[in-house]
């Protein structure tokens, strides 16, 4: 019928859109290649900060003591205590608490999203054994990891640039991150210093080093994205500071910021970013992230409702309220192996009230599905392919031994299999065979947080 002739056409455009054969990955990977560049050149240089972290040196494995880890992320947070052994010790206990934020704080007050995270601080050293006690008069120390846009002024210190991920404070906007966690804290009763200060890629980077010495680079796909990896100080020419005696420094990326003409955009991308909280930012985490990919799909099938007529004369009404669809269901869809599709039935009636699909429309469903997914663990994987340029890790060194493994972490990632599998298979490919086996992916599972209290514990002020 002209219906499903409609809705196809809708459908072959859109892939068509989202097309990312090789030849237009490999220029995503060098405009990536060419911003880190200029934005380690100078402040302000390129839509990628390349933030400097502060963090000179990675684990060693020698931390000890018991530590403290605070992992403010975007959907979640996380209060961990950390128990390292010192030198073969490993990690001797760990415990962690979790809390989501209130959407309502998401939009709030610096004041109220800080008195509330300090609140869940204070109740989780409340009910902590005695064992973990600090001796009189040592105050107990927390590595932040603190995943937004930050200009940081020393290892725990640091100005909020800018929110994103659904977030929007304005009053914390140029304030000490630290500083606002700080004086919440006092409020509540929470006697902690902060001794560092992270980003979650940061922080993934240091809690994979300290279980695999060739992690070099971190990739976060969680609600957001961004990137990390290590960096040689003499190629930071904006660095003014004193060389650190490794020579190298960690640089945060803030890669969702990205963008380039080569991004395989479409109107629905447009509409989505105009339609956000932070428009014209944040292009690349747009199209590959877990806050967004459920969404970009809802778009879709709003059209293919409005102009097809695919699920019935009346377009559902569920269908058009924003973020609805969350990227988990989507993945849910996708990841449906019944013959009847049976999984993707149930979430277009439990979630968009579309009840009595057809088999033809469920499966027009999936390959949108894998579309919006394809599309975004291949950009993913390109803005790897960018960061092993940067490297010098892109091709075969003689003697051939070399390993680079890349950590990663975040919902999406951990979760989303097709995604997952999509993005490691894609980077491979254009890697080709030779280094295929040299870059090793690895999942840092709650990296980040691990991660903040292993830089806590190396920048102590008891050491
Ligand atoms: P954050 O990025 O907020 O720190 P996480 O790393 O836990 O938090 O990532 C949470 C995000 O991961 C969710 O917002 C969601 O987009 C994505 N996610 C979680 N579970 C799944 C899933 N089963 N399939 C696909 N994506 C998922
Ligand atoms: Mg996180």
């Known amino acids: 019928s002209s219906k499903w002739g409609r809705a196809m056409a809708i459908l072959r455009e859109f892939e068509e859109k989202c097309k990312t054969q090789d030849a237009k990955l490999k220029q995503v990977a060098d405009a990536m290649t060419v911003e880190m560049h200029a934005g ?5 240089g390129s839509k990628l900060k390349m933030l400097i972290t502060y963090v000179d040196n990675l684990p060693t494995g020698d931390e000890a003591g018991v530590f403290y880890a605070l992992d403010l992320g975007g959907t979640n947070f996380r209060v961990l205590r950390v128990q390292l052994g010192g030198k073969d010790g490993g990690i001797i206990h760990q415990e962690f608490a979790e809390a989501s934020i209130p959407p309502s704080l998401m939009v709030g007050t ?3 999203l800080f008195d509330y995270i300090a609140a869940e601080l204070a109740k989780f050293v409340a009910a902590e054994e005695e064992k973990f006690h600090q001796p009189p008069g040592k105050q107990r120390e927390l590595g932040f990891t603190f995943s937004f846009p930050v200009m940081q002024t020393s290892i725990n210190s640091g100005n909020i640039m800018r929110w994103t991920k659904g977030f929007s404070i304005d009053d914390a906007v140029g304030q000490d991150v630290v500083g606002e966690l700080t004086k919440a804290m006092k409020r509540k009763g929470v006697d902690m210093r902060v001794s560092a200060l992270v980003n979650d890629t940061v922080g993934t980077l240091a809690g994979g080093k300290y279980t695999q010495k060739d992690v070099a680079v971190a990739v976060i796909l969680g609600t957001g994205t961004n990137a990390a990896y290590v960096e040689r100080v003499q190629a930071i020419p904006k660095w003014h500071g004193p060389v650190p005696k490794s020579g190298e420094m960690v640089i945060n990326m803030e890669w ?3 963008r380039s003409s080569h991004l395989p955009l479409t109107e629905y991308d447009h509409a989505l970013d105009n339609e956000s909280l932070n428009p014209g930012e944040q292009i690349f985490e747009k199209m590959t992230s877990g806050m967004y990919l459920g969404e970009i799909l809802r778009r879709v099938l709003l059209r293919v ?5 695919v699920f019935g004369d009346e377009v559902p009404p569920k269908l058009k309220e924003p973020f609805v669809l969350r990227t988990p269901d989507m993945s849910a869809m996708h990841h449906d192996t019944s013959s009847d599709l049976k999984v993707v039935g149930e979430k277009l009636k439990d979630i968009l009230e579309i009840s009595n699909t057809s088999l033809k429309t469920r499966k027009l469903v999936v390959e949108l599905c894998n ?8 950009l993913a994987a ?6 092993l340029k940067k490297m010098g890790r892109d091709t075969p060194k003689q003697g051939g031994s070399e390993r680079t493994v890349i950590a990663m972490d975040g919902g999406l990632y951990e979760h989303y299999t097709e995604y997952r599998m999509c993005l490691e298979n894609s980077l491979k490919d254009l890697l080709g065979e030779e280094l295929a086996t040299s870059i090793v992916f690895v999942h840092s599972n709650d990296g980040s947080g691990i991660g903040a209290a292993l830089l806590a514990a190396s920048h102590s002020m008891y050491l």
């Open 40 to 44: 380690l050149a100078s402040e302000g």
């Open 110 to 112: 610096s004041d109220e």
């Open 256 to 258: 969702g910021n990205f």
């Open 305 to 309: 409702a409005e102009e097809a007529g």
């Open 371 to 378: 579309i919006v997914a394809t599309r975004g663990a291949r």
């Open 382 to 387: 390109a803005g790897v392919l960018g960061i």
